[in-house]
């Protein structure tokens, strides 16, 4: 082995390839390596939640979201991923993430899963939806703490604050 060859090989130790699926779009594959995973399976609500935070060897950050159905036929998932270089965007993903983005009422209520499904059943689907949210949340800010304002990039004096972005014709 060739000096440069060791020196690659001492990089790629401890890192494995990780192939993430994502909900609608081609799974997301790096190398890489576990950080961190958190979970939220409440027994109340019918969605498990877990994030998942890897390191890449190519530097960076992915962050994974699976969303398991518990009722589901199949134990059916909702996944997402993204890579990003920096901390804050991961931030912004997972606290800009609705954990019920693709969720049918269904998965929330199985009576409205039916064909017509009653006023009863989509208003309980409703009212789990808030508490599902707020479990995400609190899952977000215990394992991450809350997501601080976005600081503004252009001073209040600065000119190209009210400038157009368009060049005159």
């Known amino acids: 082995m060739t000096a440069p060859e060791a020196g690659m090989a001492e990089e790629a130790a401890g890192f494995d ?12 594959g790096f190398q890489g390596r576990l950080l961190a995973r958190m979970e939220a399976a409440p027994p109340d609500l019918p969605v498990a939640s877990c994030v998942t935070l890897h390191e890449a060897a190519s530097g960076g950050f992915v962050c994974a979201i699976r969303h398991r159905l518990r009722d589901a036929a199949g134990a059916e998932e909702r996944c997402y991923a993204l890579a990003a270089g920096d901390a804050p965007t991961l931030l912004r993903f997972l606290h800009g ?3 019920l983005r693709d969720l049918p009422p269904a998965a929330l209520v199985p009576q409205a899963a ?3 499904p009653s006023r009863a059943a989509l208003a309980e689907a ?5 508490r599902l949210r707020a479990v995400w949340r609190d ?15 252009m001073p209040e004096n600065d000119p190209g604050r009210t400038a157009s972005r368009h060049p005159a014709p």
């Not at 390839?17 to 997301?28: A, D, E, Q, S």
């Not at 409703?126 to 808030?130: D, E, K, Y």
């Open 126 to 130: 409703a009212s789990v939806a808030p």
């Open 97 to 99: 993430h609705d954990p």
């Open 114 to 116: 039916a064909p017509g």
């Open 139 to 153: 899952l977000l800010a215990a394992s991450f703490g809350p997501l601080a304002a976005p600081a503004d990039p």
């Open 17 to 28: 390839f990780i192939l993430l699926p994502r909900h609608g779009r081609r799974p997301l």
